[in-house]
């Protein structure tokens, strides 16, 4: 497995960032769409400030970019401060050049029928775009991809799950106490990431060394999902010094 170490996270997630940009830039160059699959929560915050960044002073532009969220919680009002069409809106898309048609994120205001449907339609929408070109990641400290959570299968797709205690634990800041946390969210699958052309998992922080160490070097098993990885050739990790530090 892949791993490269950057003495910190910011110069580690201006490396992604450049990434990104080359790939858009590349795709721009033959006329071609970049479909990016995004993730939310601390890790990515400032991938996205130097994507905005390189919009603001290089010109990047974002207008031919179609964007995938991973996950929502359920159920969830998208106006919320704590929805993640917010945090999109907040740290990244209301300071960039995407058209907001371009953007998709799982729907937290689905009647619980509706849902299946709807996970169906966004499998099929990634499809339809060609599939995902980079999928970037963060990683739970349950060692979650997504809301996929232990127990998760590795052809597992779009689909409503339940939240590990942990995960509502760690989300508990955000909402003002972990009973205020939604019990459920809508994730993209460990197969639906497995189909992105490329995948970049990030993590910063001594907290998340312990979970990392069981990611790269650890038995692959449905207790620890992000370890399907392993089974991936192309996927890369991009930590900080803290967060590779168990490491062997
Ligand atoms: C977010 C997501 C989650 C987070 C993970 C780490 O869209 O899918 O898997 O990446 O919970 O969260 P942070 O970055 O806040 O430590």
């Known amino acids: ?26 795709k721009q160059s033959k006329g071609e769409t970049t479909v990016l699959g995004l993730a939310t929560g601390a890790t990515p915050v400032k991938v996205y400030a130097e994507l905005i960044r390189l919009h603001k002073e290089e010109g990047l532009s974002f207008a031919d970019v179609v964007t995938f969220n991973l996950d929502e919680y359920y159920p969830m009002q998208p106006d919320a401060a704590q929805s993640y ?9 209301n300071h960039i050049d995407i058209d907001m048609n371009n953007v ?15 996970c169906l339609a966004y ?3 990634i499809s339809s775009f060609g599939g995902l070109d980079l999928q970037i990641l963060g990683i739970g400290r349950t060692g979650h991809i997504g809301f996929n959570e232990p ?4 052809n597992s ?9 942990l995960t509502r634990r760690d989300a508990a800041h955000d909402f ?4 205020k946390v939604p019990t459920k969210a809508i994730t993209m699958g460990i197969g639906t990431i497995f189909k992105a052309r490329e995948i970049i998992l990030m993590a910063w922080n001594r907290k998340k060394a312990g979970i990392i160490k069981k990611a790269v070097e650890g038995e692959i098993s ?3 999902p992000a370890t399907y990885l392993q089974l991936s050739d192309h996927v890369e990790f991009v930590l900080d010094e803290e967060a590779a530090s168990e490491l062997t």
Do not use: C, N, W
């Open 157 to 165: 797709g779009t689909r409503l799950v339940t939240l590990d205690d």
């Open 1 to 26: 497995l892949p791993v490269t170490v950057y003495p910190d996270s910011g110069s580690a997630s201006r490396s992604v960032a450049k990434r990104i940009a080359d790939l858009i830039r590349r």
């Open 85 to 93: 069409v917010h945090f999109m809106k907040e740290q990244l898309f």
């Open 222 to 224: 449905s207790e620890v």
């Open 104 to 118: 998709h994120i799982p729907t937290g205001t689905l009647a619980q029928e509706e849902i299946p449907a709807f």
């Open 176 to 179: 003002g106490g972990k009973e």
């Open 123 to 125: 499998e099929q929408k």
């Open 151 to 154: 127990g998760s299968a590795p």
